[in-house]
């Protein structure tokens, strides 16, 4: 008997609103050789657990559930549209946000209950910036412009968390398509 694997992942998902204006901003870059990410597509991930078993997806919803109970709801402030990775070869186009102590704290703790259950995952307790890829560069032809388009933009966007999300991912020719398989409520 065969089980089906499921590529699953952590994650915070944009209210409307968000989503919208930062779709907006994926106006400007029509001409660019980018692949922009679908606005329902727009989140931040928190933590990608992978590849597992349908048992696992259970302990997975399980296990976020438990360590997220006692979390209180926070802010998220967007303040920047850049190139990511920061500090390397541009590979994406970012919406970038203030270093958050909350989000930091809730990722750190996502991370430690995950460590057991998939030796993918290694704990890294540092702080953590927000960041939505709106764009893959595509490489080969980004690298022949000989004008690259400056994207970098200073934004004003924030929202509350108030939930995180157990989602999976399903690889298709139109890109990964995302379910929401439990979302979670913080406090």
Known sequence: MTTKNHRIFLAINLPEGVMKKLSDFQKEWFDFPVK???RENLHITLVF???VDTEAVLD???ITKESISQEDVFEIKLNKICFGPLNNKPRMIWAIGENNENLSCLK???EDSF???NKNNIANHRNFYPHITLARIKQKEWSNLENKPDIGKDISLSFSVD???VMESFLSRKGPEYTIL???SLK
């Open 108 to 110: 750190n703790k996502l």
């Open 36 to 38: 922009l990410t679908r």
């Open 163 to 165: 939930s995180v999300e």
């Open 49 to 51: 657990i992978g590849n």
């Open 115 to 117: 460590f057991n259950l």
């Open 60 to 62: 997975v919803c399980k």
């Open 182 to 184: 439990e979302s979670i």
